[in-house]
């Protein structure tokens, strides 16, 4: 079954500054990967996706994140972080007629 | 754009309560979900269902757990004497295709407080 590690659960960072949030998973098979937002109180909110294709996909709010099947990685950037991008991102994973599976998350906080 | 809609927002109940959480899918997707989120964790899959039955459910989702389709837009969860530790955040998901490659269309989620 597929699993999902996110490498940093905190990733405290000055407004403005680049950001990457590091997520790897484990498949035996192809797989397709998310990247979801949850702001404080509020639901997942679906960033990006990767289904196939192209391994840099463009996200919104200015995010991407680049699929890397040799290393098994879907890294999340955003080269330049706003205050309003704090929040808590998931990567998530599923594999074709699987049931999708998230990381435990990565806390961004923009600080001024 | 089309949305995942749960009731209730927030939801107290006393321990060794039966709560129902609700949610209408999206009108035209075929496969749904719920999902957990205890306070400050990860986001846990708990169950999928597809043409009125469970597909797949994880470890969590004991005998205290049920879901059911009643109406052609419901998709209920329900939990049976609840327990402190039922306490989280439940997100209801629906998709579209036969293989889920779109992703999940999540709903703004249930909190429920047992106290």
């Known amino acids: 079954a597929q699993s999902v590690t996110q490498l940093d659960s905190q990733v405290p960072v000055f407004e403005e500054a680049p950001v990457e949030l590091r997520c790897n998973y484990s498949?035996?098979?192809?797989?397709?990967l998310f990247w979801y937002v949850q702001y404080p109180n509020q639901g997942l909110q679906l960033l990006l996706k990767?289904?196939?294709?192209?391994?840099l996909v463009k996200g919104i709010n200015g995010f991407e994140a680049e699929f890397n099947k040799s290393q098994t990685s879907f890294h999340l950037r955003k080269p330049s972080v706003h205050i309003s991008d704090t929040a808590e991102y998931f990567c998530?994973?599923?594999?074709?007629?699987?049931?999708?599976?998230f990381g435990a998350g990565t806390r961004l906080t923009v600080k001024p | 754009e089309p949305e995942v809609t749960q009731t209730p927002s927030h939801q107290v109940t006393q321990m060794g309560q039966e709560v129902i959480l609700r949610c209408v899918p999206i009108?035209?997707?075929?496969?749904f979900y719920w999902y957990r989120q205890i306070l400050g964790q990860k986001v846990e899959f708990l169950v999928s269902?597809?043409?009125?039955?469970?597909?797949?459910k994880s470890e969590i989702f004991d005998d205290q757990f049920s879901v059911e389709r009643p109406d052609g837009s419901n998709f209920t969860l329900k939990i049976r004497s609840t327990k402190l530790e039922d306490s989280a955040m439940y997100f209801c998901?629906?998709?579209?295709?036969?293989?889920?490659?779109?992703?999940?269309?999540f709903g703004s989620g249930t909190r429920l407080t047992v106290v």
């Open positions: 998530a994973v599923s594999e074709p007629n699987n049931d999708m599976r």
């Open positions: 498949s035996s098979v192809s797989v397709y």
């Open positions: 009108s035209n997707h075929l496969y």
């Open positions: 269902f597809y043409n009125n039955e469970i597909s797949e």
């Open positions: 998901a629906s998709s579209e295709g036969s293989d889920r490659t779109p992703g999940y269309t």
């Open positions: 990767y289904l196939s294709g192209s391994t």
